[in-house]
């Protein structure tokens, strides 16, 4: 089993939908949470880090749930510019490497 | 730019040749890490400095792989007797101090061996 575990996708969707992501982590341990962009042949980028209490910024909400070792990530109001992978990403130890998720393609369309 | 920044973009190289990648990290930041990154899957970590010290290697990381920081600012990754495997695109990230914090990725090192 993957430490952390994301549907590939792809998402297609129109502009102006609402769209979530999920993922799953393995190692109850996990210290903190990230979502990170990326688009193709570029590096990731952060998106957001994932609080325990939720957290929005703009279009983005993320929400985290420790006791299912669960976490989520909703774009609301899509635009053309979110069309990219978005990375489930995990620190299993403060400091210390971060374990990706396989990522979710997302493409949004006129 | 303050990014991070890593040299060369791309790197093309025939099996057996050794090859090396620089790595500049954000000034501040103390932590530096190298991911490696395939067609289809998330980055996988490689190894990780704070300063100078080198504290973590993951299995990935193969004999034929050394990783330094020597003055603890930038860091250099090199491959030896390059395999075909070993095509991927090498990813280096920072880390200011502290616990539970953000890492910032350079663009890249895409090595391609023919």
């Known amino acids: 089993r993957k430490e952390v575990e994301q549907d590939p996708g792809p998402f297609n969707v129109p502009e102006g939908a609402t769209v979530a992501f999920n993922c799953t982590y393995s190692?109850?341990?996990?210290?903190?949470f990230f979502w990170y962009r990326q688009d193709c042949r570029k590096e990731p980028k952060l998106l957001m880090s994932?609080?325990?209490s939720g957290n929005e910024d703009g279009r983005f909400t993320a929400q985290l749930n420790r006791a299912s070792q669960y976490i989520s990530l909703l774009i609301r109001d899509s635009k053309l510019s979110d069309s990219a992978t978005y990375l489930c990403?995990?620190?299993?130890?403060?400091?210390?490497?971060?374990?990706f998720g396989g990522g979710t393609r997302l493409m949004v369309k006129p | 730019d303050t990014g991070v920044s890593q040299n060369p973009r791309h790197k093309i190289t025939k099996r057996g040749q050794n090859v090396t990648f620089r790595c500049d990290p954000i000034?501040?930041?103390?932590?530096l890490y190298w991911y490696r990154q395939t067609l289809g899957q998330g980055p996988e970590f490689l190894t990780y400095?704070?300063?100078?010290?080198?504290?973590?290697k993951s299995r990935l990381l193969s004999d034929r792989f050394s990783a330094e920081r020597p003055k603890g600012s930038f860091s250099t990754l090199e491959i030896q007797r390059t395999e075909q495997g070993d095509s991927a695109m090498y990813l280096c990230?920072?880390?200011?101090?502290?616990?539970?914090?953000?890492?910032?990725f350079g663009p890249g090192t895409r090595l391609t061996v023919t």
């Open positions: 990230a920072s880390s200011r101090p502290g616990a539970l914090v953000e890492q910032y």
């Open positions: 190692n109850s341990a996990s210290q903190s």
């Open positions: 994932v609080y325990s």
């Open positions: 990403v995990v620190n299993p130890r403060a400091g210390n490497m971060l374990t």
């Open positions: 000034s501040e930041h103390n932590r």
């Open positions: 400095f704070q300063n100078e010290a080198q504290l973590e």
